[in-house]
């Protein structure tokens, strides 16, 4: 069974770096097609991709974000983090981690993303 | 990359069928077969609902049903249930390693 869980502050200041750790079981981050996504959603809005850290260790960021954004495993991959720095109030939102579908074709360019399991999400305000 | 458009409602009766549909461009809708759909009742986890454009995860009813043409990508949910009342979202693979996601579509079951 997947499941998928994040963790990490709930209240974070204008200007300083959020970061927040998604803790999962069921699958491995060794395992071919793997891929793990993190995502927001503002309240009352839609949903936004932010980061992807695939099996290969390979990672994929919003270009909107791609400056402020990072994606990294821990040693063991059993845990993805993501950061996310310079916050403003316009960060504030739910943030979903989410476990990539494997495609039943290899998808080596990694393109096929579809997410059929998710975190219960993270409600992370910005204000001072 | 811009997000898909979706319009922001839709509305149809217990047993009807309605359609939603997400436009892209032919960076991304048009380009690739990698549409996928989420379903978010208020306060809840999105689910994904179809993948590569037309499919259907198990436990998905085949009420639920995609298909694309050209840069628009549409999702038609059949004999509609009061249970179907949710946003739903499209997202598309947009080239340069970059997924993009529709506005979102408030379904109201009259």
Known sequence: Q????????????????????CTFSGFSLYSN???????????????????????????RYSPSLKDRVSIATDTSR???????????????ATYYCAHR????YYDGAGRNLFFDYWGPGVLVSVSS | QSALTQPPSASGSPGQSVTISCTGSNSDVGSYDYVSWYQQHPGKVPRLIIYEVHKRPSGVP??????????????????LQTEDEADYYCSSYAG????????????TVL
């Open chain 2, 62 to 79: 085949d009420r639920f049903s995609g298909f694309k043409s050209g840069n628009t990508a549409s999702l038609t949910v059949s004999v």
């Open chain 1, 2 to 21: 997947i499941t998928l869980k994040e963790s990490g502050p709930t209240l974070v200041e204008p200007t300083q770096t959020l970061t927040l750790t």
């Open chain 2, 96 to 107: 340069s390693n970059n997924l993009i996601f529709g506005g979102g579509t408030k379904l």
């Open chain 1, 33 to 59: 097609s793997v891929a793990v996504g993190w995502f927001r959603q503002s309240p009352g809005g839609a949903l936004e991709w932010l980061a992807l850290i695939f099996w290969t260790g390979a990672k």
């Open chain 1, 78 to 92: 059993e845990r993805v983090v993501l950061t996310l720095t310079n916050l403003d109030p316009v960060d504030t």
């Open chain 1, 101 to 104: 579908g494997i495609p039943y």
